[in-house]
């Protein structure tokens, strides 16, 4: 059974930035897409970003491009999501994600296009 766990959140003010990191086990690393979304009280699940198992290739929500890079290190089932210059704007509960294949279309949105979660990191911002 595979399993993802998020580490790196904290308290930081507005303009820092902050490194998250996701490990997985129990999984066949290689063969899964990853992503990171988030969740702010009193509102619905987001994509912030997310990555390729195949090409590498990334995507990001337009809220966080040119502020937030998402990585992936396939020898140590690790994914990372560093984000510089934090408004407010970007707290909340950060979730890592893993789907089976590409996420490539539009269902990488999609939480149900996810078969694994982690249990969130906290991140919050002060202004």
């Known amino acids: 059974q595979g399993q993802l766990v998020e580490t790196g959140g904290g308290l930081v003010q507005a303009g820092d930035s902050l490194r998250l990191s996701c490990a997985a086990s129990?999984?066949?690393?290689?063969?899964?897409?990853m992503a990171w979304f988030r969740q702010a009280p009193g509102k619905e699940r987001e994509f912030v970003a997310g990555i390729n198992k195949s090409d590498g290739s990334t995507y990001y929500a337009d809220s966080v491009k040119g502020r937030f890079t998402i990585s992936r290190d396939n020898a140590k089932y690790t994914v990372a999501l560093q984000m510089n210059s934090l408004k407010p704007d970007d707290a909340g509960v950060y979730y890592c994600?893993?789907?089976?294949?590409?996420?490539?279309?539009?269902?990488?949105?999609?939480?149900?296009?996810?078969?694994?979660w982690g249990r969130g990191t906290q991140v919050t911002v002060s202004s």
């Open positions: 129990g999984l066949t690393f290689t063969a899964y897409s």
């Open positions: 994600a893993a789907r089976v294949g590409d996420i490539s279309g539009t269902y990488r949105y999609t939480g149900a296009a996810y078969a694994y």
